[in-house]
């Protein structure tokens, strides 16, 4: 089987980001011609109109059955809701469908990963030209990844004086670390001087996109474990990089949990009381305090997972306008970000010249906005401070939905905010002390 395009290995940073995959050109193009079912889910997909978009899809898919293209967003779309199984049979059409189609096979790829599917994915991988994970994850064979021993639940305090939630871990039984807990990330990261003191080999090269979308460059590796708390999880794939020189922080941490190791539980981060909540999924979920779901201080919405593995939401700006945006709680201040296109589409102008930033890739300059209002879930929130982030193209248009923003820790900070990945809902509580 012969493939057209090599895949890149990208770890990309608003809070943190490592890619996957990339499943380039599953995103939609305003510039789509309406009429056949397929051109109009793309369009819809493009608004941002995602439940429309899926029906459209599923109905181009059944009019011409042998149209790779149909199957394939049909497969991304299932992928981002969490439909392993009907996302698996939709990605099969397509690669029977269109032989060779590296994107399906790079959606694929995200799937068995995801799955715990090591070895298939990696012998994907070889083929679309990602030896680099290919090799990282053929290592875990015989392992089974992410094994969970230790009890159900782990409650663990936030360290430091940190506004976004870092929490003490034992990285491979032998070393305590601080790790932040970033749902901007999509998988765990370390810092390369707690790698070099563990002891962890790298495995191969990945090339990094960072905040400001600049480049740089990292190692990727097999970490024997992480314990949080009583609960110890073992076989965790991971990415190396300089965290501490990338971040220029007062107060550095030296990993990162992102949503490859978070979507394993139903995770509660309790702002208020600066608090992390970790329970193994299947164990609870959404039904917690499900008799104070009329209580109007509780807000639930379902989510989206991107193949690069952000955690995408709805919220509402500027008179009702409607935009996806993705989950950063390891953005410690900003409450929303958005992209220049975002900005310029809602008529939102700069404040001035712009705030510095660091991140991976280095500094980078951020103007200030004010919005009027902001709706989030049932939650509105009025005269915010957000910021116009230099997005790659890659985040904006290349993960499967048109990105307009992030939401940053900046914003959760007066709740309670549940994130329950087996079920792909997000839940926001209002303690009843607040206002």
């Not at 939609?28 to 941002?48: K, M, N, V, Y």
């Not at 009890?151 to 871990?169: A, I």
Request: glycine share 10%; charged share 25%.
């Amino acid at each position: 089987m012969g493939w057209l395009n090599g895949r890149e290995v990208a770890l990309r940073l608003i809070g943190l980001i490592f890619l996957l995959a990339s499943a380039g050109g599953t995103a939609a193009s305003r510039t789509a011609i309406a009429g056949e079912p397929l051109d109009e889910a793309r369009l819809c997909l493009a608004e941002g109109n995602l439940e429309e978009a899926a029906r459209l899809a599923r109905k181009a898919a059944a009019l011409r059955p042998s149209d790779g293209a149909a199957w394939r967003l049909l497969g991304a779309m299932e992928l981002q809701q969490g439909q392993m199984v009907r996302a698996e049979r939709a990605l099969e059409r397509a690669l029977r469908a269109d032989d060779p189609d590296p994107e399906a096979a790079a959606l694929m790829a995200i799937l068995w990963r995801r799955e715990g599917r090591f070895v298939d994915a990696a012998d994907l991988l070889r083929k679309l030209g990602g030896a680099a994970e290919a090799e990282q994850l053929a290592g875990f064979r015989g392992a089974s990844p992410f094994l969970q021993t230790g009890p159900d639940e782990v409650r663990l305090d936030w360290v430091g004086s940190e506004r976004r939630p870092v929490v003490r871990v034992l990285v491979a039984r032998r070393q305590s670390a601080n790790f932040l807990v970033d749902t901007g990330a999509s998988c765990v990261v370390l810092d390369r001087r707690l790698a070099e003191e563990i002891r962890l080999p790298p495995v191969g090269s990945a090339q990094l996109l960072g905040a400001g979308a600049r480049k740089t460059h990292g190692k990727l590796g097999r970490l024997d474990s992480l314990q949080l708390g009583a609960t110890e999880v073992r076989n965790i794939p991971v990415a190396i990089i300089d965290l501490h020189r990338s971040e220029q922080r007062s107060e550095p941490f030296d990993g990162i949990l992102g949503s490859e190791f978070l979507r394993r539980f139903v995770v509660t981060l309790d702002y208020p009381k600066r608090r992390l909540l970790l329970r193994k999924a299947g164990t609870h979920g959404i039904a917690e305090e499900s008799s104070a779901l009329a209580d109007r201080r509780i807000a639930d919405v379902p989510l989206r997972l991107t193949p690069g593995g952000l955690v995408v939401v709805p919220v509402e700006v500027a008179s009702r306008e409607k935009l996806l945006v993705f989950l950063d709680t390891g953005a410690a201040e900003t409450a929303l970000a958005l992209s220049r296109r975002a900005a310029i589409r809602l008529g939102l102008t700069a404040l001035g010249g712009g705030d510095p930033y660091s991140g991976v890739g280095g500094r980078y300059l951020a103007p200030p906005i004010l919005l009027p209002e902001v709706r989030f879930a049932g939650f509105s929130a009025h005269h915010v401070l957000g910021a116009i982030v230099p997005f790659p193209s890659r985040i904006e248009r290349g993960e499967g939905l048109p990105l307009g923003g992030f939401l940053g820790s900046g914003f959760c900070r007066p709740f309670r905010v549940m994130i329950d990945f087996p079920r792909m809902r997000l839940r926001l509580t209002l303690p009843q002390k607040e206002t």
